[in-house]
């Protein structure tokens, strides 16, 4: 007998009719009029404090007269950058035709509100998630799919608790106080904050991902050893997969395929010639994702700059030098194992430039921060002021032996190709036979209890991208 729950869906199935105009004309008004309230509606209730004056009068208007108690603080859904997306991708792919609209309410609710990703992704189509629930109602306990999946979240939790709010410490204190932690200091707190960031995201997706397998529902990944990158492109190939897919297939590409853009080619092949006025359409098209990615990761300047329009410019930069690249690789050894690692740190050092801007209050702040490596009369670079940074001796034990772990295990998964899945150490684990991989387990999880930062006195924070 099916339980209760599942017998009153199947009387009570509420039904959504199509469009049933067959007008395109009208389908097209009702689509974007959806999407636009859709994303104008996260727009508004994310980054109304952007707004000043209508965020004081809403506050007064709800009994709020400070910022720790503004309404729309408390009013926020926790994930709703995800969701909205990932619903607005679902209108746009019935619009499309790529799939047939849902008629049962129930299943379109679940698709949006699917618990283990609802908060940090990873994002996910109609047609790939709702397959895999489809999949799930046949999947029969397993206790070996359930240890697999205990693994994988015992780890997301100690990439999280051991090392991201470990390293938060440092990068808190480092980033506050930047009149006083000067010099190497800066960089110091913004490699730490790499490292806070990459765990506290990669680990969430650990545990959503975890989570999900014990359900018998397979999400995609969502990190591929991303600080392997030889290029800033591929690092964003291996870096908040989903996302980036998501904005190729529903932003850039549709784009490029609007009469503008069309025309726009048009008339700088006209211009500029065949082949390099092809490649204007594509800037700007990069440019318009770019600035949505920025915008999407915070609705201020700092992370539109951070997250957005810097990576356009070494994404644009790469693209224009790449004929010159092409004739100096094979002179300098572009094959050999040093100039891959050349690669690699180059790679990073960009990325860092832009996590100045993503972590920094706002603009004038993450310019102050690249000014106070230069400026003097800080704290001197010593044990003493490091560790009043808060990082003690222990702790950085701790956290560097956690760090060798982490980049042991993503060397391990690590393929070269830019869109090959990385290698599973959970397969390798369990190759090894069940007890490898159940001691596996209770080290990832003593470890965490013992080095976790957590408990009495400490305020655990978060993770990063459920505030997003």
């Known amino acids: 007998m099916r339980p209760l729950f599942q017998r009153f869906v199947a009387r009570n199935v509420v039904t959504i009719t199509p469009f049933p105009s067959k007008s395109n004309a009208l389908r097209n008004v009702a689509t974007v009029v959806t999407v636009v309230i859709n994303i104008a509606l996260l727009c508004f209730i994310k980054y109304y404090n952007v707004l000043g004056f209508a965020a004081e009068r809403l506050n007064l208007l709800f009994g709020a007269t ?13 994930g709703m950058s995800f969701y909205v997306l990932q619903t607005s991708g679902y209108i746009l792919d019935c619009r499309w035709e790529k799939i047939a609209p849902e008629k049962n309410f129930f299943k379109v609710l679940l698709f949006s509100t699917y618990f283990p990703q609802l908060m940090s992704g990873p994002m996910n189509t109609y047609a790939s998630l709702s397959s895999e629930f489809e999949k799930a109602k046949e999947v029969k306990f397993s206790f070996d799919r359930i240890c697999d999946g205990a693994v994988r979240v015992a780890w997301g939790f100690f990439k999280k608790l051991v090392i991201a709010d470990r390293a ?16 190497l200091y800066v960089p110091i707190g913004v490699i730490f904050f790499a490292i806070q960031l990459y765990c506290d995201f990669s680990g969430c997706m650990e545990v959503v991902i975890g989570v999900s397998h ?25 870096w908040h997969i989903t996302l980036g897919a998501w904005l190729r297939d529903y932003l850039m590409y549709p784009l490029l395929k609007s009469e503008p853009l069309i025309k726009l080619g048009d008339w700088s092949k006209a211009k500029f010639g065949k082949k390099n006025g092809k490649k204007v359409p594509t800037y700007v098209a990069l440019f318009v994702l770019w600035f949505a990615v920025g915008y999407w990761h915070g609705g201020l300047w700092n992370y539109v700059i ?8 070494y994404i644009v930069l790469g693209m224009i030098f790449e004929p010159v690249s092409k004739k100096i690789r094979p002179k300098i050894g572009a094959d050999k194992l040093y100039f891959r690692i050349f690669q690699s740190v180059r790679t990073f050092i960009l990325m860092l430039s832009g996590f100045v801007f993503f972590r920094s209050a706002t603009v004038m702040d993450a310019v102050d921060m690249y000014a106070a490596i230069f400026r003097r009369g800080g704290a001197a670079l010593n044990w ?3 560790s009043s940074s808060g990082m003690d001796l222990k702790n950085l034990i701790v956290l560097i032996a956690a760090l060798l772990l982490v980049a042991a295990v993503d060397a391990y998964k690590y393929v070269p190709g830019e869109d090959d899945q990385p290698k599973s150490v959970i397969t ?22 013992i080095f976790g930062m957590y408990g009495l006195g400490y305020d655990s ?7 997003i």
């Not at 014990?214 to 291996?238: A, D, H, Q």
């Open 168 to 183: 938060a410490m440092t990068v808190n204190q480092i980033f506050a106080d930047h009149q006083t932690f000067t010099g």
């Open 428 to 449: 390798f684990l369990r190759s090894k036979g069940v007890v490898v991989l159940w001691a596996a387990f209770m080290v990832i999880m003593v470890a965490t209890l």
């Open 384 to 386: 003493a002021n490091f």
């Open 214 to 238: 014990m359900l018998g529902i397979e999400l995609p990944e969502n990190f591929n050893c991303p600080f392997f990158s030889k290029t800033v492109k591929e690092y964003w190939r291996r």
């Open 66 to 78: 400070q910022t720790h108690n503004s309404f729309f603080l408390y009013a926020v859904p926790v």
């Open 306 to 313: 951070g997250s957005g329009i810097l990576h356009f410019i």
């Open 461 to 467: 924070g978060s993770f990063i991208y459920a505030r």
